[in-house]
């Protein structure tokens, strides 16, 4: 159990250290959007949980990868608009 609240407090540092080194403002939506799964994955290996609470949070953390995948596919279907350039 160590282990794991371990490895999700790493990936929630690795993706805060991501957002602070992008400056794409859809970038910065997606690394938020994985550190809220992996904070609530955290919290759910930290502390125990009830059944009930343990299936709501299964399922927000599903909506989450659903929401992060389908923003990732926007980002490969919509390019990001080019910078103008100025004289």
Do not use: D
Request: charged share 10%; with cysteine; aromatic share 12%.
């Amino acid at each position: 159990m160590s282990g794991s609240i371990l490895a999700y407090a790493v990936w929630v540092l690795f993706l805060l250290f991501l957002i602070s080194e992008t400056h794409c403002l859809r970038e910065r939506l997606l690394f938020t959007i994985f550190i809220a799964n992996f904070a609530l994955a955290l919290g759910m290996a930290a502390t125990p949980a009830r059944p009930a609470a343990a299936a709501i949070a299964r399922q927000v953390s599903l909506a989450l990868w659903i929401l992060g995948a389908i923003y990732s596919i926007c980002f490969i279907m919509r390019p990001i608009p080019a910078k103008s350039q100025k004289a």
